[in-house]
């Protein structure tokens, strides 16, 4: 598994800058060449510039898994097209940060216990299974959890019924860890996918020793 330590326009939060499947990263529009090429070659991914409601905080608002990108209905008609020549896209109708309360995989979306009714409707209209659960004493489950199809990164405050029920509803295995020396809302420093990961320039070596161990 590829592994790299950086920040993403000055940020060691690099999870909240980007989505990722195993084939295409969507970064922001502003991000350098230089940075831009280090997370491509890390994940090997095709990467592609974009915005999301004009930020570059593309992991607030959408997720995408091997399938399709998960954007929310305010997203501009100029981004939407942007990313549906890459991959088929889903319009979530929603106001809420989507990325925040989602995290997915091809098969399972975990979803906080806040989201709304009609947006876990649209998950399981897509093909996914939906787990509505918080984590460790969290609403912001996106932001909790890092889920690839091969294992599952979760904040380390998660109790053993809550792992349990994840993976369980995941039907993969997966572990616990903080990243960036202590971030426990993990996805906000964790880019992930089956190829390797990108985390936040701060986070240990223990760190991303459990962080390998928990993804893969």
């Known amino acids: 598994m590829n592994i ?15 989505i990722t499947n195993d084939n295409l990263c969507f970064l922001p529009s502003s991000i350098s060449e230089k940075e831009e090429k280090l997370v491509s070659q890390t994940l090997q991914v095709k990467t592609i510039k ?16 091997n399938k399709y990108a998960y954007l929310p209905n305010f997203a501009s008609q100029k981004e939407i097209e942007a990313i549906e020549k890459e991959i088929k896209v ?6 809420q940060a989507l990325g925040n309360l989602i995290e997915l995989n ?5 979803v906080s216990k806040i989201l709304e009714e009609s947006v876990i409707n649209e998950l399981k209209n897509s093909g996914l299974n939906v787990l509505a659960t918080n984590i460790g004493n969290s609403e912001v489950t996106g932001s909790s959890i890092v889920t690839t199809n091969k294992g599952f990164l ?5 109790n053993k019924e809550e792992i349990k029920k994840i993976s369980e509803a995941l039907k993969i295995n997966g572990g616990s860890s903080t990243a960036n ?8 420093s964790v880019l992930a996918n089956k190829n390797g990961m990108v985390l936040g320039e701060q986070t240990t070596p223990f760190e991303i020793n459990k962080i390998e161990e928990a993804l893969e």
């Not at 974009?50 to 898994?65: C, D, Q, R």
């Not at 889903?90 to 106001?95: D, E």
Request: charged content about 15%; cysteine-free; aromatic content about 10%.
């Open 50 to 65: 974009t915005n999301i409601y004009s930020s570059p905080l593309l992991a607030v608002f959408a997720k995408m898994n």
């Open 4 to 18: 790299e330590r950086m920040k993403i326009m000055g940020s060691a939060y690099v999870g909240l800058f980007a």
């Open 154 to 158: 979760i904040n380390p405050y998660a």
């Open 106 to 110: 091809d098969n399972t979306a975990i």
């Open 181 to 188: 020396s202590g971030d426990y809302l993990v996805r906000n």
């Open 90 to 95: 889903k319009i979530l109708k929603t106001q």
